[in-house]
């Protein structure tokens, strides 16, 4: 376990950096456009059961893997002609489809928790795909958070949640979309979905002639989908419309606040500011009132965020 976290510039020589580091089975925290990821070689067993360490998460939970262009899913998964039409349509950027495994894919079963299944997805960032070009290989990455805690949209996060628990943090500034990746899978051969995020759910009906569904049955519990998730440490309030006595006040809209999600209402700001903004009202110590943000595009996945920072914990 290193004593503490090499912070590596985003350059050609970080990234060479955090390339070799991938190599040697370390861990490496790097940006993609919705929140830091926290890598690992997904064909290494040791690498991926430090990344479960380093985390705390529960083991049963799989993480993505992602690759430098489409053209590698074809190597770990077998691709439904649905499935390329949203990957031709949607990578690189913030869509995590979940794929049936292909034989001899390679890929540790920590990674897909032995399920039959592999999450998988091509980040638009172009430093991210940078790193995955220079490692050459699928990189296995859950959000670099400790887990069940606010998700990471810069180096400093990073460091605030995993400091000396990871070999390196490459710093390339804050995430532009800011909330994780709309992960898309497949019941009975439709499409369902998993997770809101990044993508919203009308771009992608518009792709497959037909809204994702809801999942039928919750096989697999993904972290995200755990009530209560993205928790800050103080109790947060929703749908507020001034601050209660001893409260911060996270805005949106006309809604002002001791911080605001958009002033302008725009929902791809409220979403890129959404985990900063709750980093820094959580240090406050004081509890925290949001503002209402509405349920359309983006809205769904920032409601959907916000809803499992205010659950009951
Ligand atoms: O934007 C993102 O998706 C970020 C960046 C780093 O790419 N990653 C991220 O990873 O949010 P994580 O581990 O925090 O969330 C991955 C989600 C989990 O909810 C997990 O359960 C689900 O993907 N997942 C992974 N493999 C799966 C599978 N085979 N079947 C169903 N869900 C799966
Ligand atoms: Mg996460």
Request: charged fraction near 20%; aromatic fraction near 4%.
């Amino acid at each position: 376990m290193p004593d503490s976290t090499r912070i590596l510039r985003d350059d050609t020589h970080g990234i060479k950096a955090a390339a070799g580091l991938l190599g040697a089975g370390q861990l490496v925290a790097f940006a993609t456009e919705t929140v830091y990821g926290l890598g690992a070689d997904a064909r290494d067993g040791a690498a991926v059961a430090a990344v479960y360490a380093a985390k705390g998460r529960p083991s049963f939970n799989p993480l993505i893997v992602h690759l430098a262009d489409a053209a590698q899913a074809a190597a770990y998964a077998d691709m439904s002609a649905d499935a390329q039409k949203l990957a031709d349509a949607f990578w690189p950027g913030p869509l995590t489809l979940v794929v049936p495994l292909r034989a001899g894919h390679g890929l540790s079963s920590l990674v897909t928790a032995g399920l039959e299944t592999v999450a998988l997805r091509v980040p638009a960032h172009a430093r991210a795909r940078a790193l995955l070009r220079a490692f050459g290989g699928p990189v296995a990455a859950p959000s670099a958070n400790p887990s069940g805690r606010i998700s990471p949209t810069t180096a400093a996060h990073v460091i605030a949640g995993l400091d000396g628990r990871i070999a390196a943090v490459q710093d390339a500034g804050a995430c532009a979309v800011g909330v994780e990746s709309t992960i898309i899978g497949w019941e009975d051969g439709r499409a369902v979905l998993l997770r809101a995020g990044g993508v919203a759910a009308e771009e992608l009906a518009a792709i497959l002639g037909c809204s994702p569904g809801a999942p039928a049955h919750g096989g697999i519990t993904a972290p995200g989908q755990l009530r209560s998730h993205y928790a800050p440490g103080a109790a947060v309030r929703l749908n507020a419309r001034t601050a209660r006595e001893g409260e911060v006040m996270l805005g949106f809209g006309e809604i002002a606040g001791d911080m605001s999600l958009s002033e302008t209402g725009d929902l791809a700001q409220a979403a890129a500011r959404l985990f900063d903004a709750l980093h820094a009202l959580d240090a406050t110590g004081k509890p925290i009132a949001v503002a209402p943000v509405p349920e359309r595009g983006l809205g769904v996945a920032i409601n959907d965020r916000l809803r499992r920072a205010a659950a009951p914990r």
